[in-house]
């Protein structure tokens, strides 16, 4: 069996920090209801320069592209 997700989060959460442009590692849901773990990165511009897992324990990886709101 598995570990829970928010074992599998905390464990890798640091090193997935690590890495330039990651913003966020949080956990969520795909569209079929099944958890993942979702990691936030900055802009398409930082995603194109990175190398993520696509599945961390078992979990998938799901990348959410985090673009910062600016006033105007």
Do not use: C, F, W
């Amino acid at each position: 069996m598995p570990d829970p997700i928010n074992t599998v989060r905390i464990k890798h959460q640091s090193r997935l920090m690590a890495i330039p442009g990651v913003v966020l590692v949080g956990i969520g849901q795909n569209n079929h209801g099944q958890s993942v773990i979702v990691v936030g990165v900055e802009s398409l511009e930082e995603l194109a320069k990175i190398t993520l897992p696509e599945e961390l324990d078992g979990y998938p990886v799901r990348v959410q592209i985090m673009e910062t709101i600016r006033d105007q």
